[in-house]
């Protein structure tokens, strides 16, 4: 066995892993606070990455200017996704959150496929032939990129919700909401700011993947189902162990990838799911806690 073929492939699954971890730990976030399953999660990943492409290639933008708009723009869009509807769903049942998000997913979907087609897209510039050397190991430039941005991403909102008043707040309210409402907190405006920090996150993880992989407004379908089983694994809720589940399956992928059939590669994160289900229902990280 070649080692710098593995630690190729671990290279590459370490981004992977990382762009996962941006989608799952907002899902999480999202979950934590607020209790609400937001299947259309998948679908602002999509946006972004379709925003990205039509910045940097309609408009010309660079990539870092592309990566910062599209993030400020998925935070707005979460803004307006709370004040228009997850805000009302809270305390509403379980039930509805499910049916009403999964209805704007089909929405979303449905219309960016009527607006730009099922055709794939792919984002052309410099930096797509770049590629850097780091002890033997070639990875592009795009790829270094989304690695950094993830990891900046993870640290920033750990540091976020540990080492803030408005990171304990949101833990709080995760945690007990009346009991945060009678101390002070709010609980409508920590849950606003965990849906735009939640959506940001997602919209970033679109931005960053756009140079890598192709673009079309179905990819966020069966990404949002594999974040799903990335945060039951981790545990409902709780954001560090989100990212690590994610980091973790986004090396396991790449390398079965390497070596085995790459049909088996989709089934792994679900059949993760259904044995942690089966031996740990509270999943790895999972302790009552969330957030």
């Not at 606070?33 to 946006?47: D, K, P, Q, R, T």
């Not at 770049?130 to 540091?159: D, K």
Request: aromatic content about 10%; hydrophobic content about 55%; overall charge positive.
């Amino acid at each position: 066995m070649d080692l710098s073929f593995v630690l190729q492939l671990l290279l590459g699954g370490l981004v992977v892993g990382v762009i996962y971890a941006l989608v799952a730990m907002g899902l999480s976030l999202i979950f934590g606070v607020l209790e609400i399953v937001n299947f259309a999660h998948g679908e602002f990943y999509m946006l972004g990455a379709m925003a990205a492409f039509f910045l940097s290639s309609g408009v010309g933008l660079g990539y870092w200017p592309t990566i910062l708009l599209v993030t400020l723009g998925a935070a707005c869009v979460g803004y307006v996704l709370y004040e228009a509807l997850l805000g009302s769903l809270q305390g509403e049942g379980f039930e509805r959150s499910i049916l009403l998000t999964l209805g704007l997913s089909m929405v979303l979907q449905n219309g960016a496929v009527y607006l730009f087609t099922t055709t794939p897209r792919m984002i052309s510039n410099s930096l797509s032939y770049s590629n850097v050397t780091i002890g033997g190991l070639r990875i592009s430039e795009p790829r270094l990129y989304a690695l950094g941005l993830g990891l900046a991403a993870f640290t920033a909102l750990f540091l976020v919700l540990h080492r803030t008043r408005i990171g304990k707040a949101m833990r709080g309210v995760s945690q007990n909401r009346d009991a945060a409402l009678m101390v002070g907190i709010d609980p409508r405006a920590v849950a606003r700011l965990a849906v735009v920090i939640g959506i940001g996150l997602s919209g970033l993880a679109g931005a960053a993947l756009a140079p890598v992989y192709a673009v079309h407004p179905v990819m966020g379908f069966a990404f949002v189902f594999k974040a799903f089983a990335i945060i039951i694994i981790g545990g409902l809720g709780n954001v560090s162990g989100a990212a690590i589940t994610a980091i973790g399956l986004g090396l396991v992928e790449s390398l079965i990838g390497g070596f085995l059939p790459l049909v088996m590669v989709d089934a792994l994160a679900f059949i993760g799911m259904i044995v942690i289900l089966l031996f740990k229902p509270h999943g790895l990280f999972g302790r009552g806690v969330r957030v």
